[in-house]
């Protein structure tokens, strides 16, 4: 009864490459949900999909940021041409199909450190 | 805007002890509250929730309490373990809005 996972678990990169972060949500779970945590702070919602749509993307930043479900696979999301202000974490979670008001269930994060 | 924070940073509680952690709300509009603990290096974990049509829901070990007239929350720990040492936050939801607004945490550290 595997949990969310996320991959991968740490990822490094240098200012101006792509990050990539991956999501597998709870199995029978088919709303994904993204959040980012800065040091000492608490998570921050980012969006929140479910499979080939995107419901609610009011925190996502308006430019290098994307996020995608699709029909088969995991969720990702993406980050272009990255700076050093995206190093953070970066928390998937799941909730079941019965909606999205249901608990939401976090995976391990990425942490994600750009130089 | 709305937020979600808590009264003190961190907690200090003797293995054995009670340990009550306190959260206030502004948003009225919540009706959805949710606690998690996050170890270091780790996602948040979910502990208990509590919808704004109760005002105390009982786990293992844990009690969540939800004033709505203060729109205050708390989480009670009974026999605190070392264990138990994390950081906690409370997140809610308001409406139809399906995404959580976290507090920026606390920690609770359990003295042996």
């Known amino acids: 009864n595997a949990g969310v996972m996320q991959n991968p678990r740490h990822l490094v990169r240098r200012r101006g490459q792509e990050a990539r972060l991956r999501c597998s949500p709870m199995k029978g779970h088919s709303h994904v949900y993204w959040y980012r945590q800065l040091p000492e702070e608490g998570l921050k919602f980012m969006v929140y999909l479910q499979k080939e749509n995107i419901i609610d993307e009011s925190g996502m930043p308006k430019e290098r940021f994307s996020a995608e479900f699709p029909k088969e696979g995991p969720s990702i999301l993406r980050i272009q041409q990255v700076v050093r202000g995206d190093s953070a974490a970066y928390f998937c979670?799941?909730?079941?199909?019965?909606?999205?008001?249901?608990?939401?269930?976090f995976g391990p994060g990425t942490r994600l450190l750009v130089l | 805007g709305e937020s979600v924070g808590l009264h003190l940073p961190t907690l200090s509680v003797q293995e054995g002890d009670n340990s009550i952690i306190n959260c206030a709300y502004s948003?009225?509009?919540?009706?959805?509250f949710i606690w998690y603990k996050q170890e270091s290096g780790k996602g948040p974990q979910f502990i208990i929730d509590i919808r704004s049509n109760m005002d105390k829901r009982q786990g293992q070990r844990v009690t969540v309490l939800l004033n709505k007239t203060v729109k205050h929350l708390s989480l009670q720990i009974a026999a605190t373990q070392p264990g138990d040492s994390a950081v906690y936050f409370c997140a809610e939801m308001a409406g139809a809005n399906s995404k959580l607004t976290f507090g920026k945490g606390i920690t609770l550290s359990v003295r042996p």
């Open positions: 979670a799941s909730s079941p199909p019965e909606g999205a008001r249901e608990t939401q269930y």
């Open positions: 948003n009225s509009a919540s009706d959805y």
